[in-house]
């Protein structure tokens, strides 16, 4: 009995959508690469609700003929290559003819368009694959592609896209990457009415500053490379521009982004030594190479590209990127143990319990009898649950609590550790690490009670939001009002900060914010992971600085204040705070 069959086209083109079409972001990308095929010189884009309802591209470019109009939506037809040799020479976006069989597969869609030699245009329409209806119409030079109920044909797919604000959040990356890397073209982006971004005809720096605002535009500095293999031009951040989350860094190779993280090694080796380490600096960085030299035919989404003579490529972009960067100036060694930490105030001030007992300001006592009671939630407990595994000390189990009796005299170590000594031996905890635990127990209860102490300023302070991250922090904006800040949006991306937490003073916001936002892969909406990133980013700006020297007062308060939170022995982010060494081990060090 014959087994093999052919599958049926609309089931193939749903398959096909299956790695093309993966969310609305990816609709827009395809349609809006078209658009710039075709010539066009201004594109707009037009979602509502984030895509799933309606994702709308119009365009001015050369528009397509009645029998092209119909056979643009048939698998593999493309007016882009002719042959398997044309993939080595491609100067197009598109080049497979998948895109628009994708998307009719899995939504219903209408497209219209005119081509400059034709006084009437054409309508199709098309719905899951199945052609409903073609007639002549009149309509602008150019195509008009409105995508309605994206996946309304596959409810699993639909069901797993994420919020408005992730998808949306995922639109407008895509919308710049493409206008990026084209500032002599005009773009608008319309989300649910509203005017999201409006972008004219500019120079590159001018883009990128319509795009991320004149303050990131201001921090690059130009790189430019010229060789045989290939030629690199575009812009890198100073060193004052890093930071740990969020660095807008884009590659484009030939008018198209691409990812390629062994290029983004050399940028960011020429940093070396020049910025704290973990953080990122921001670039955009266009390549211009020959065609055959490149294989843009590895995935679907045409992000990943090979190189030949990556080793030499890599070695170019090094050499460029450092040459420019010394022309700036910006080559001296900086101090980072130093460099860029506020001025906090005395942890004691908002690390104490509020009691009758103890005023608000002044550290807090604790007896050798109290430390027993705070100890007693580390019974029957593993040294491998305190230190990393990597730890070549070897450590017992530390004893019960009737057995063990804690000093309450300690000594700070550099700065950034506290040694205790107990009856199980040598107790080392990171200062910073627990102070950073305390807080965040306290402010993720207080925002939850909506209870956090907040301070005006005296003059307020403006940031700047791109529109990137727009969707996000007005998310996120009910949750900084509990945390204890007072922020007014002022339109167009601006904000004023008019009161902060207490004891966040002295702060940079703009970094503060861009931090707690910024990441490449959002967290989806306000969920557990958000909040979480939100209260860990704040106290660890609120909690004391590695080196701040403390009495001897303070370190019983921090350590009283630790073994009272929910989990002592780890931050919230799963790094250890407490190390013990047993008395064992420490008289074996002395053989």
């Given at each position: 009995m014959d087994i093999v069959r052919l599958?049926?086209?609309?089931?193939?083109?749903?398959?096909?959508?299956?790695?093309?079409?993966?969310?609305?972001?990816?609709?827009?990308?395809?349609?809006?690469?078209?658009?710039?095929?075709?010539?066009?010189?201004?594109?707009?884009?037009?979602?509502?609700?984030?895509?799933?309802?309606?994702?709308?591209?119009?365009?001015?470019?050369?528009?397509?003929?009645?029998?092209?109009?119909?056979?643009?939506?048939?698998?593999h037809a493309t007016s882009k290559i002719q042959k398997a040799e044309d993939l080595f020479t491609l100067r197009?976006?598109?080049?497979?003819?998948?895109?628009?069989?994708?998307?009719?597969?899995?939504?219903?869609?209408?497209?219209?368009?005119?081509?400059?030699?034709?006084?009437?245009?054409?309508?199709?329409?098309?719905?899951?694959?199945?052609?409903?209806?073609?007639?002549?119409?009149?309509?602008?030079?150019?195509?008009?592609?409105e995508v309605r109920n994206l996946f309304y044909n596959i409810p699993a797919r639909r069901k797993f896209l994420k919020s408005n604000q992730t998808?949306?959040?995922?639109?407008?990356?895509?919308?710049?990457?493409?206008?990026?890397?084209?500032?002599?073209?005009?773009?608008?982006?319309?989300?649910?009415?509203?005017?999201?971004?409006?972008?004219?005809?500019?120079?590159?720096?001018?883009r990128i500053a319509s795009i991320f605002g004149k303050k990131l535009a201001d921090q690059l500095f130009d790189v430019s490379v010229e060789s045989s293999l290939l030629t690199v031009h575009g812009f890198v951040g100073r060193p004052e521009s890093a930071r740990k989350k969020g660095a807008q860094q884009y590659f484009f190779v030939n008018g198209r982004y691409m990812r390629h993280p062994y290029f983004h090694k050399a940028v960011m080796e020429a940093f070396d030594r020049m910025i704290p380490q973990g953080e990122q600096v921001p670039y955009m960085l266009f390549f211009e190479v020959d065609p055959s030299s490149i294989d843009v035919n590895i995935s679907p989404t045409k992000t990943e590209i090979k190189f030949e003579n990556e080793t030499s490529l890599w070695q170019i972009l090094l050499a460029g990127v450092r040459e420019a960067l010394g022309r700036t100036g910006a080559s001296a060694m900086f101090d980072f143990e130093s460099e860029g930490?506020?001025?906090?105030?005395?942890?004691?001030?908002?690390?104490n319990q509020e009691t009758s007992a103890t005023p608000r300001h002044s550290p807090a006592?604790?007896?050798?009898?109290?430390?027993?009671?705070?100890?007693?939630?580390?019974?029957?407990?593993?040294?491998e649950e305190f230190v990393p595994q990597q730890q070549e000390i070897p450590?017992?189990?530390?004893?019960?609590?009737?057995?063990?009796?804690?000093?309450?005299?300690?000594?700070?170590?550099?700065?950034?550790?506290?040694?205790?000594?107990?009856?199980?031996?040598?107790?080392?905890?990171?200062?910073?690490?627990?102070h950073v635990r305390v807080l965040y127990d306290r402010l993720l209860d207080q925002m939850h009670n909506n209870s956090v102490p907040s301070q005006g300023l005296l003059f307020p302070e403006m940031i700047e939001i791109s529109p990137h991250d727009m969707p996000f922090f007005e998310e996120l904006l009910p949750?900084?009002?509990?945390?204890?800040?007072?922020?007014?949006?002022?339109?167009?991306?601006?904000?004023?900060?008019?009161?902060?937490?207490?004891?966040?003073?002295?702060?940079?916001?703009?970094?503060?914010?861009?931090?707690?936002?910024?990441?490449?892969?959002?967290?989806?909406?306000?969920?557990?992971?958000?909040?979480?990133?939100?209260v860990m980013t704040i106290a660890s700006r609120m909690a004391i600085p590695v080196g701040q020297v403390l009495?001897?007062?303070?370190?019983?308060?921090?350590?009283?204040?630790?073994?009272?939170?929910?989990?002592?022995?780890?931050?919230?982010?799963?790094r250890p705070i407490i190390a013990l060494i047993d008395q064992q081990s420490i008289n074996q060090m002395f053989k």
């Open positions: 599958l049926p086209d609309s089931v193939a083109n749903q398959i096909a959508a299956g790695e093309v079409i993966q969310r609305p972001a990816s609709v827009i990308k395809e349609l809006m690469e078209n658009a710039l095929d075709a010539g066009a010189k201004n594109v707009d884009v037009c979602v509502v609700d984030a895509g799933r309802t309606m994702i709308q591209v119009i365009d001015d470019g050369k528009g397509m003929s009645e029998t092209d109009a119909r056979l643009s939506f048939e698998r197009t976006m598109g080049f497979r003819g998948e895109a628009l069989p994708s998307i009719a597969a899995v939504a219903q869609v209408t497209l219209q368009t005119r081509s400059a030699d034709s006084e009437l245009g054409t309508r199709v329409e098309i719905e899951g694959s199945r052609f409903v209806s073609q007639e002549v119409c009149a309509c602008s030079v150019g195509a008009n592609f998808e949306l959040a995922n639109i407008i990356q895509e919308f710049q990457r493409i206008a990026l890397v084209n500032p002599s073209i005009a773009f608008t982006l319309t989300s649910n009415g509203t005017m999201t971004m409006n972008l004219s005809p500019s120079s590159q720096k001018g930490q506020p001025e906090l105030p005395a942890f004691s001030q908002y690390m006592k604790v007896s050798v009898s109290d430390w027993q009671e705070l100890y007693a939630g580390l019974q029957q407990t593993t040294m450590f017992e189990e530390i004893p019960a609590q009737s057995e063990q009796t804690f000093s309450s005299e300690h000594l700070q170590f550099k700065g950034q550790y506290i040694l205790s000594s107990s009856q199980a031996g040598l107790m080392m905890v990171d200062q910073h690490r627990a949750k900084l009002s509990s945390l204890g800040f007072d922020i007014m949006s002022l339109g167009g991306g601006s904000y004023s900060i008019n009161g902060l937490p207490t004891g966040l003073d002295g702060i940079d916001l703009q970094k503060l914010v861009e931090e707690i936002i910024g990441d490449e892969n959002p967290a989806e909406g306000l969920s557990e992971q958000m909040e979480h990133r939100l009495s001897s007062e303070e370190m019983d308060g921090l350590l009283a204040a630790l073994f009272a939170t929910s989990n002592p022995n780890y931050m919230p982010d799963g």
